[in-house]
């Protein structure tokens, strides 16, 4: 058996395409994996390091607003798009997949595309409630199409039902309990616990609304609280609580290398929307703050929050709205609010999908026996 993963450029569109590589191998040991991206993104970091056989295409996003210098972009993606069908079509003759698997991404369009035309069965799959330009593109032709949201169909033109499978989430954060999480941390159990962070580069905006919000709750010893200052604004973040003498309450990290055990431990969570991200906060049933990026394509972390904020998950500031005051506001009316916040957490257990590995498994075994 070989299945054959296209995606990359974030990790939103790598990470779940590794989870179900790595449930894949799990139940079957001696399968092939093989995975095509770009040479100069992520993927080319993070996927060799799991030992799967690496192969790229070079290909780029056209540039919708007009100018010198994105004319001069879209020439070059234009020749890219002529070439990467090309290689793209090279490397699978070469490899012979069972199946294609795309999970986003730029350097799925092309891989998915002529996988279809040589009869190869191929799926995507869309981890955002909006989904993207490529998975528009693609949807008409694949074999099977599975959303992390079932509010994606209508954004779709699609010649038969798609299949609802959820985000792959982090095993660990579904084997942990908010008990054993705080116990870890050292944390009283009757004291809440707030959570929050950017990214792991660091979100500015967020950054510096959270540090607001640090000085009016430090000393009061009200909650726990934990932030991810990100990479990139560690070093103001600390200088922004120069003059602050911060409560042992409270702790600044730049990167949160145990998330799962963070995750559990919290009683609400202030973070991005990416589609990922949300999926591990239904999965631990957390209530939260949103606050979406809005640079990211087709403002899909709105689309993707919308579908928290609908079920009573999720509370949402748009950054545009972002402010210490409107931070402390939302935080003050949740944080101590027991019957709020447990009603916040029910909503989101109750539309978390744990066990998005297996339908997606399924999907592709079925495929494959059908190859």
Known sequence: MHILFAGGGTAGHINPALAIAGYIREKHPDAHISYIGTPDKLESKLVPEKGYNFRTISVAGFQRKLSIENIGKNISAATKALTSSVTARKILKEIQPDVVVGTGGYVSGPVLREAAKMGIKTAIHEQNAFPGVTTKML???????????????????????????GNPVRQELLKISREEARAKLGLADNVPMLLSFGGSLGAMRINEAVSGLIKWHNGSDK????????????????????DVNLSDKIDIREYISD???CMAAADLIICRAGAI???????????SILVPSPYVAENHQFHNAMTLKRTGAAEIIEEKDLNVDKLIEVVSNLIENKPRLSGMSAAARGSA??????????IIMQLYTNA
């Open 139 to 165: 949807a008409p032709n694949v074999d099977a199409v599975m959303l992390a949201m079932p509010e994606a169909e209508k954004y779709l033109k699609l010649k038969k039902k798609p299949f609802i499978t």
């Open 223 to 242: 909650f726990y609280h934990i932030h991810g200052t990100g990479k990139s604004g560690y070093s103001d973040f600390i200088n922004s609580l120069k």
């Open 259 to 261: 998330m799962d055990v």
């Open 277 to 287: 991200t949300l999926s591990e906060l239904l999965a631990c049933g957390k209530p």
């Open 353 to 362: 999908i744990i066990d998005a590995n297996e339908r997606i498994y399924e």
